[in-house]
């Protein structure tokens, strides 16, 4: 015969008593570690000014003064008593090298500030003593996109200027950001330095190659205009036909002789007339292109549709996977191309990424893809499944040095550019 099973005991009061006593210890242990990180921080801050002027390598040569110490106090080695003692005074023999104040007004020039690439593009850096005594001789580091200028300033009498010139490399589209200016002050081997930020960063922006389009060829969509659809709308010109009125109507459609005639109100309709709208669409994504020439064709490919659109007084959207372009005019279309870069896993096809960036855009006439040699013909068919019938979509495939020729998949038409040279013959062969 089995024994029966034991009820579970409940929990003791000490069960209880010792739990208490685990989350009183535990909320201790975080208010303490909250006010040993609190107290870290203001320690920290304190001692800034002065931590912030020791450099790595000013760093790096007090550890090893320390380690010194301790081995030759642990050793009983003299010599290394020494070497400490020397990497010792030379931070301390560097410390006057960072005394006094700079009182500097730093100005920086760019000109031009926009230029296309490949052209030329220099720098002009003022340096003006705004104190009131002579200032002591200072290394201003002046950023210039990815690189770093570097320049002696010597000691100025109060209000004179120190002007330097250097040239800004612009052999690739980009926005180059030149400043702020730094000025050093510290010892020859940098084991301290300390810097002063001046004046403010200047942009300079390096456009695309662009081909200069012919009006009649860049407008795409201008023998779309004025077209008359089968698109049935209260306001246009193209009458149609008239209906009976209905709540909410506007009174200056209402067609008053035929109205007194039948005895009920009847309001005009009109055949809709086709506006020009066009969407530039720029596939950036850098699987899309084989190299990043192909890539840089395919935005001087956008940036020079784009503008000659402008140009023509077309409404026009231009958005890659990331940016949405401005096109008030030629010159803010292309500071935004300037900013244009390769993007990696942003969506997985072409159709996608057309679907989710025109969501919010007015219906285009013409809807424009340009893409790189990695993108298959089919996918230009599928990205004109996501428009309408009314919709006519043309795909610009770039592929660097081949053959340029245009093809048609289904009812898509593909351009395929092989050079910037080729663009505005391409496109004055291309009808919607």
């Known amino acids: 015969m089995s024994a029966e099973p034991r009820a579970p005991r409940p929990p003791s009061q000490a069960h209880f008593a010792a739990r208490a006593v685990g989350r009183s210890l535990a909320a201790s242990a975080r208010s303490a570690s909250g006010l040993a990180a609190g107290a870290a921080r203001r320690v920290a801050d304190w001692s800034a000014p002065v931590t912030d002027v020791i450099s790595v390598t000013g760093w790096l040569v007090l ?75 200072s290394r201003v580091e002046l950023p210039v996109g990815a690189g770093l200028a570097e320049f002696v300033v010597p000691a100025l009498q109060a209000d004179d200027e120190h002007e330097e010139l250097f040239a800004v490399p612009t052999n690739r589209r980009a926005v180059i950001v030149a400043g702020p200016a730094i000025s050093v002050r510290g010892d020859q081997l940098g084991i301290l330095r300390r810097i002063v930020r001046w004046g403010e960063p200047v942009e300079l922006f390096v456009h695309p190659v662009t081909a200069r389009l012919k009006p009649s060829a860049a407008g795409l969509v201008r023998d779309l205009e004025g077209e ?17 009125y209905q709540p909410g109507d506007a009174l200056r459609n209402v067609h008053w002789r035929t109205s007194a005639r039948t005895g009920q109100l009847m309001v005009r309709q009109y055949e809709e007339t086709r506006r020009s709208q066009l969407a530039l669409m720029q596939c950036t994504e850098r699987a899309h292109y084989a190299s990043d020439d192909e890539f840089e064709l395919g935005v001087s490919v956008l940036a020079s549709l784009g503008v000659q659109v402008i140009r023509d007084a077309t409404r026009v959207d231009v958005i890659t996977e990331e940016l949405s372009l401005r096109t008030a005019t030629p010159t803010a279309l292309l500071d935004d191309t300037s900013r244009i870069a390769a993007a990696s896993g942003a969506f997985d096809s072409v159709r996608t990424f057309v679907r989710e960036r025109t969501k919010r855009l007015s219906a285009p006439s013409v809807a424009i893809i340009v893409a790189g040699s990695a993108v298959p013909l089919a996918e230009f068919r599928a990205a004109e499944t996501v428009f309408g ?11 660097l040095g081949t053959a340029s020729r245009i093809a048609k998949v289904a009812g898509t038409t593909v351009v395929t550019v092989g050079s910037l040279d080729d663009l505005a013959r391409l496109v004055g062969r291309v009808r919607p």
């Open 63 to 137: 550890l090893a003064a320390f380690v010194s110490f301790a081995a030759a106090w642990a050793l009983g080695w003299i010599e290394l008593a020494f070497l400490g003692a020397t990497l010792l005074a030379a931070v301390l023999v560097s410390v006057p090298y960072t005394l006094g104040r700079m009182s500097y007004r730093v100005d920086i020039d760019l000109q031009p500030t926009r230029v296309v690439a490949g052209e030329r593009a220099f720098g002009r850096l003022a340096v003006t003593n705004t104190g009131a005594k002579v200032s002591a001789p």
């Open 228 to 244: 008359v659809t089968k698109t049935i709308t209260d306001n246009d010109i193209s009458f149609h036909a008239l209906r009976a």
């Open 389 to 399: 019938a009314d919709t006519q979509t043309i795909g610009f495939r770039v592929e």
